[in-house]
């Protein structure tokens, strides 16, 4: 790879690599430590005939090094770590009602994210958070067309379930 295309494509996915490895991890310098390896490794065997290619190449190696983390920290438990979900005001000054009713709608949202299994929370994220196509998500995390479908499908019912949960006072930690 070129030095101008790996600097335009840390350019274009630094920020967003980084925002979902930290909120995959929960750790600022864990997240930056797995940024730098997916780059490293990006330098090292990424070959760009297709920019559009090179988005899902990455996010693959970051979700590949985040689970490896995982395996070697504590296993599955360590996996149920925070998601943060930003909610956008329409003021940047909400009343102390809103920025309290945005702050439990966060720890509800992080709680719920927090109970689902690494690959459902894994596929949400990318699709609703960072906008992945379906074809992306296909290539990205090894899956048909169809596995996709049913991965989305699945873990929007088990996020929806979890919630309902939460709310009916089940899901408090």
Known sequence: MQKDSFTELFRMFQPSLYRYLYRMCGSKEVAEELLQETFYRAMLSLRLEDMRLARAWLYKVARNLFIDWVRKRK???EMLQAIEIHASGTSPM???EEALQLQEQRRKMTGVMR???EHYRTILYLREMEGFSYQ???ETLDLSMSQVKVMLHRSRDKFRELADQWERGNGHE
């Open 136 to 138: 992306e998500l296909a």
């Open 75 to 77: 296993g599955e438990a």
């Open 94 to 96: 909400p009343t102390p």
């Open 115 to 117: 109970k689902l299994p």
